[in-house]
């Protein structure tokens, strides 16, 4: 189609949606589903926070805020990132956004130009590769391994790197796989880093505080030399379950903050405003969220606990255990090649994840979206009951595998 522009064409549809999309057609005619593909917490929004919001429209607190975010969210996010990160950033360094998804973007889109390279570790998050191609530039992926955790390898980030890489994107605690970075690997990654003038890091940091001790956060903006280097992104949705406000934040060197806050200017000027009130209430929390994320972080580990020790068992299937967020990303590659009764070949993991949906009623996401085909990710902010059943449907469904 020609009246499309080019780099719309080029642009992959997201595909955790493409199967939470199919898992919502089947049961709007009926099928029950057990849906494991969605990135999103099965928690509400913890009552304070939702109040905070409700009284924001009660108080009329419903106008344009600034574009860059309302002081008092702002002032609140740099206490945070002191206090839990260790980073002082001040005010005008800060990026409020309609969510982190927003964020990067922008990020990304500011300081990129046209033919630089952003390195992007796999697995990585669906968006990383989508965001980069909007800036015209090129995405560089780089495996990593199961075995080590699908930690990057400094060695395989430092023969990569060229006067065109421009960005490095890190995701920690990771979707899709759960990895944490320990800090010794992120100050390696670090003196990489600095030899490489032109080179920054954008460190996604979304699930920071969903982490399962003795796992700790490294914000990369907090080691040494890295302050300038870094744009650190962070947001409410997956620690405060507050998806559908729509809220998260770039922290940054203030000049490329400024660039991004000139886009989103033009793009969408400032996040809404009642949710922006309802951000200062998730703050307000406490520290990591206080008693309040600590009981849904509870809750999260129990489910890993429950899905490592259940597919650890499982013929043929390999994981890494996740140390944060709430994904397991597992390798199913030994059932390649096998044939289904009624389905057809299991030939990679689109198709694996397929027959899972049509079979045997359970969504998951191909890992292939992720840039690692061995692989099937599963979301476990859901019921522990829901993942029992999830368990023994995906048990069957290997069987006739063998
Ligand atoms: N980054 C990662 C790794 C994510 O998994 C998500 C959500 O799925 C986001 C960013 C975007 O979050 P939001 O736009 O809801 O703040």
């Given at each position: 189609?020609?009246?499309?522009?080019?780099?719309?064409?080029?642009?992959?549809?997201s595909?955790?949606?493409?199967?939470?999309?199919?898992?919502?057609?089947?049961v709007?005619s009926?099928?029950?589903?057990i849906?494991?593909?969605?990135?999103?917490?099965?928690?509400d929004?913890?009552?304070?926070?939702?109040e905070a919001?409700?009284?924001?429209?009660?108080?009329?607190?419903?106008?344009?805020?600034?574009?860059?975010?309302?002081?008092?969210?702002?002032e609140?996010?740099?206490?945070?990132?002191?206090?839990?990160?260790?980073?002082?950033?001040?005010?005008?360094?800060?990026?409020?956004?309609?969510?982190?998804?927003?964020s990067?973007?922008q990020?990304v889109?500011a300081?990129?130009?046209?033919?630089?390279?952003?390195?992007?570790?796999?697995?990585?998050w669906?968006?990383?590769?989508?965001?980069a191609?909007?800036?015209?530039?090129t995405?560089?992926?780089?495996?990593?391994?199961?075995s080590?955790?699908?930690?990057?390898?400094?060695?395989?980030?430092?023969?990569r790197?060229?006067?065109k890489?421009?960005?490095l994107?890190?995701?920690?605690?990771?979707?899709?796989?759960g990895?944490?970075y320990?800090?010794?690997?992120?100050?390696?990654?670090?003196?990489?880093?600095?030899?490489?003038?032109?080179?920054?890091?954008l460190?996604?940091?979304?699930?920071?505080h969903?982490?399962?001790?003795?796992?700790?956060?490294t914000?990369?903006?907090?080691?040494p030399?890295?302050?300038?280097?870094?744009?650190?992104?962070?947001?409410?949705s997956?620690?405060?379950?507050?998806?559908?406000?729509?809220?998260?934040?770039?922290?940054?060197?203030?000049?490329?903050?400024?660039?991004?806050?000139?886009?989103?200017g033009?793009?969408?000027?400032?996040?809404?405003?009642?949710?922006?009130k309802?951000?200062?209430?998730?703050?307000?929390?406490?520290?990591?969220g206080g008693?309040t994320?600590?009981?849904m972080?509870k809750?999260?580990?129990?489910r890993?606990?429950?899905l490592?020790?259940?597919?650890?068992?499982?013929?043929?299937?390999?994981?890494?255990?996740?140390?944060?967020?709430?994904?397991?990303?597992?390798?199913?590659?030994?059932?390649?090649?096998a044939?289904?009764?009624g389905?057809?070949?299991?030939?990679?993991?689109?198709?694996?994840?397929?027959y899972?949906?049509?079979?045997?009623?359970?969504?998951?996401?191909?890992?292939d979206?992720?840039?690692?085909?061995?692989?099937?990710?599963?979301?476990?902010a859901?019921?522990l009951?829901?993942?029992?059943?999830?368990?023994?449907?995906?048990?069957?469904?290997?069987?006739p595998?063998?």
């Amino acid at each position: 189609d020609t009246s499309l522009s080019p780099r719309v064409k080029s642009l992959k549809p997201s595909k955790t949606m493409v199967i939470t999309d199919l898992a919502s057609t089947l049961v709007q005619s009926g099928v029950p589903v057990i849906r494991l593909a969605a990135g999103e917490p099965d928690f509400d929004t913890p009552r304070v926070v939702a109040e905070a919001g409700v009284n924001a429209i009660r108080d009329g607190f419903t106008r344009y805020s600034l574009n860059a975010g309302i002081t008092e969210l702002r002032e609140a996010i740099c206490h945070k990132l002191k206090e839990e990160n260790g980073l002082t950033y001040a005010p005008d360094q800060i990026l409020v956004s309609n969510g982190a998804k927003q964020s990067l973007l922008q990020a990304v889109l500011a300081v990129c130009s046209p033919g630089d390279e952003v390195i992007i570790p796999a697995p990585y998050w669906v968006s990383y590769t989508e965001q980069a191609r909007l800036a015209d530039a090129t995405p560089v992926i780089i495996p990593t391994k199961i075995s080590d955790n699908f930690l990057l390898d400094p060695k395989d980030l430092e023969s990569r790197l060229t006067e065109k890489s421009r960005l490095l994107i890190l995701c920690s605690p990771s979707n899709p796989t759960g990895s944490v970075y320990p800090k010794s690997l992120l100050e390696e990654i670090a003196r990489i880093i600095a030899k490489h003038p032109r080179l920054m890091v954008l460190s996604d940091e979304i699930y920071e505080h969903i982490i399962y001790a003795p796992a700790t956060h490294t914000s990369f903006a907090s080691l040494p030399n890295m302050y300038e280097r870094t744009l650190t992104v962070n947001g409410f949705s997956k620690a405060f379950a507050m998806t559908g406000w729509r809220l998260g934040y770039l922290a940054g060197p203030k000049h490329i903050v400024a660039a991004c806050s000139k886009l989103q200017g033009q793009v969408s000027s400032g996040a809404s405003s009642i949710a922006q009130k309802a951000g200062v209430a998730a703050l307000g929390l406490g520290k990591a969220g206080g008693e309040t994320v600590a009981e849904m972080v509870k809750a999260y580990r129990e489910r890993r606990d429950f899905l490592v020790k259940n597919f650890r068992e499982m013929e043929g299937v390999k994981i890494s255990e996740p140390q944060g967020a709430f994904y397991l990303f597992i390798d199913f590659s030994a059932y390649y090649g096998a044939e289904a009764e009624g389905f057809g070949l299991i030939s990679d993991s689109s198709s694996l994840a397929l027959y899972f949906l049509d079979k045997f009623q359970v969504a998951t996401v191909p890992g292939d979206a992720f840039g690692d085909d061995t692989c099937i990710r599963i979301s476990y902010a859901t019921s522990l009951d829901v993942l029992r059943a999830a368990v023994e449907k995906i048990r069957k469904a290997l069987e006739p595998l063998r």
